[in-house]
């Protein structure tokens, strides 16, 4: 921004639209704006930004002063022009009282539209139409620690290898007439540890399922990019109430059915699944029949369901494929009470404050080994104020003893919002200190909606690399899902640029895999590795010997083998 402070004695880059606008002398000797005459509420001053950001230039803090005549509210728009397409973006608002001067300062995240615009116009609006003055106007690149840049991704980096590797060593007692120098130990990291999954669309896999007809699947390249790539799945819709049962007692679970028995085919070392929602907090999301019940009649359905779901998803798989158990379940989900429609459905229809706090209990009672969650949106950046809200309402449902084991963070971003790291961090690390509970992002998605043209998909990759590496680098953060699985292509489920980002990070920069030599003349083979499972295969003269073994790296670990009579993984002893 030019001349903000106008201290040049003329208005330089600024221009005025519909109103009067004055350069006065302050009583510091200085100068500032009066704005007077203005015929409508976004007459006033503006400028074309002389610096267009780029996608690591979005974290900016906006300052300014500002005296009103009247009563009345500030906003700070740009107007972003892409070609023929021009659209309008809110900075910042703020309520002002007649008379003294005040000076707002706003951390805001420019919309990811700006980047590659060919014309950015900054103005004020001031409704209703009050005269007033400015000074002291700036736009500044936020120095978040490294923002965007380089210092956090350090710090990140070094809390990843923190919390999640773990050292391994191993020693090796060599048969006669060889020698350490000899043997080289290949270290294959099969998967993760830590959760990294992805929302599914059942039908699809229950296709999968089915073209292999019940007894294996046949994927296609959607099933294949899935069970390559994630850990830990969840189902999109089918295992809501809604679709679940229809009509009472009608219940339809076959498709949710086939996704168990798709994951139970999944080599080693396998996925996980989360259980996707037991009740859904707005009346509208229940079914129909559902919708009209009251009083004990409702409290009855709400019994029945939690029954036979999670007795359903958690019982002895009688398939010859066998069966996964349903890990978690989001108990009642999107339960803040914020905005238009009601979230208090089941409180408003029992009549019984305590309904919530009852289903988890009732849930935990049949399955004490299942997770579960309060689960909501708009948490992680603080939106419409609903961080506070989701704060007060686990303490709330825990002082009524619910049996809440972890706090679900949706984490879905428009394509107008980037991840601001600095407020991420923030938030997770207050609901970490608070509550220890394991955090999970459980429907992480960018642009989602396409809000934003995704064009090649560099900004989108952008956002997963800052998003995963912030989340993954985070104590309190357990397991991270993504919702909408954009980074790839809807047709061919070929990756995008999001979806190389993501693979690159997942397969790549946070894959152990390895040759490892004795360390230096000794016979210890050793190494620091992500946690996870690992193959691990003997080469002598550059030749396999033996059959390798499997290891999972969750700990520290000592191993000894002892080859003295030949290579054979039951002469190895330690965290086998």
């Known amino acids: 921004m030019d001349n903000g402070d106008f201290e040049s004695g003329e208005l330089g880059s600024w221009e005025c639209t519909g109103s009067q606008c004055n350069l006065v002398q302050s009583q510091d000797a200085g100068h500032h704006l009066e704005v007077k005459d203005r015929s409508n ?21 906006l300052n300014y002063s500002v005296a009103a005549s009247t009563d009345c509210v500030a906003r700070w728009k740009i107007r972003v022009t892409h070609g023929d397409e021009i659209k ?33 116009k900054l103005y004020l609006e001031v409704s209703p139409s009050s005269d007033f003055d400015i000074d002291d106007v700036s736009l500044t690149e936020v120095d978040n620690g490294g923002g965007t840049g380089e210092d956090w991704e350090e710090e990140a980096a070094l809390r990843i290898d923190s919390l999640r590797k773990k050292d391994l060593a191993l020693e090796v007692v060599m048969p006669e007439g060889t020698s350490h120098n000899q043997l080289v130990l290949e270290v294959t990291q099969m998967g993760h540890n830590f959760p990294f999954g992805t929302a599914v669309k059942s039908p699809r ?46 219940m339809d679970t076959e498709i949710p059915d086939k996704l168990l028995q798709w994951v139970a085919s999944a080599p080693y070392p396998g996925i996980k699944v989360r259980g996707h929602a037991l009740f859904w907090a707005k009346r ?28 359903h998803f958690h019982q002895e798989c009688q398939h010859q494929t066998g ?29 019984d404050p305590l309904i919530r706090s009852k289903m988890f209990k009732l849930a935990k009672s049949i399955s004490p ?27 709330d449902l825990l002082a009524q003893g619910a049996p809440i084991d972890a706090l679900g963070l949706q984490s879905h971003f ?31 998605d960018w642009n989602a909606n396409n809000d934003v043209e995704m064009g090649d998909h560099t900004v989108h990759a952008e956002q997963i690399h800052n998003f995963y590496t912030l989340m993954f680098s985070l104590e309190a953060v357990h397991g991270i899902l993504m919702w909408n699985l954009n980074i790839v292509d809807e047709v061919t489920s070929e990756p995008n640029k999001a979806g190389q980002e993501y693979l690159r990070l997942t397969k790549e920069e946070w894959n152990s895999s390895q040759l490892v030599s004795p360390d230096n003349g000794s016979d210890t083979f050793s190494f620091r590795g992500f946690e996870g499972n690992y193959r691990f295969r003997f080469l002598l003269n550059g030749e396999q010997v033996g059959d390798g073994m499997d290891v999972e790296l969750k700990e520290d670990v000592n191993i000894r083998c002892d080859f003295s009579d030949g290579f054979d993984e039951e002469m190895c002893t330690g965290g086998i």
């Open 205 to 250: 896999i229950a296709g999968c399922w089915d073209a292999g007809n019940g007894s294996h699947p046949v994927n296609d390249a959607y099933c294949s990019f899935v069970g390559e790539n994630f850990n830990w799945v969840v189902d999109t819709y089918r295992m809501k109430w809604k679709p679940m049962e229809p009509l009472e007692g009608q």
């Open 414 to 444: 428009k394509g107008s919002e980037i991840v601001d790291v600095v407020k991420i961090k923030r938030n997770v690390e207050l609901l970490w200190e608070e509550f220890k509970l394991p955090i999970w992002v459980t429907e992480f």
């Open 41 to 61: 509420e976004f007459s006033g001053p503006w400028q074309l930004l002389n610096k267009l950001p780029d996608s690591t230039q979005l974290h900016l803090t």
């Open 284 to 311: 509208w999301n229940n079914p129909p029949w559902v919708q009209e019940l009251y009083g004990e009649d409702l409290v009855t359905a709400m019994v029945n369901r939690v029954n036979f779901t999670v007795n």
């Open 323 to 351: 069966c996964r158990n349903v890990a978690h379940w989001d108990v009642i989900n999107e339960m803040v009470n914020q905005g238009a429609e009601s979230h208090e459905f089941y409180m408003e229809h029992t009549g």
């Open 369 to 395: 080994d299942t997770l579960l969650f309060l689960n909501d949106y708009g948490i992680i950046m603080d939106k419409h104020g609903r961080f506070a809200l989701f704060q007060q309402q686990i303490r």
């Open 88 to 120: 309008y973006f809110r900075l910042s608002e703020d309520t002002l009282v007649a008379g003294d001067w005040t000076s707002p300062s706003h951390e805001l995240s420019l919309p990811t539209r700006v980047v590659g615009a060919s014309e950015i």
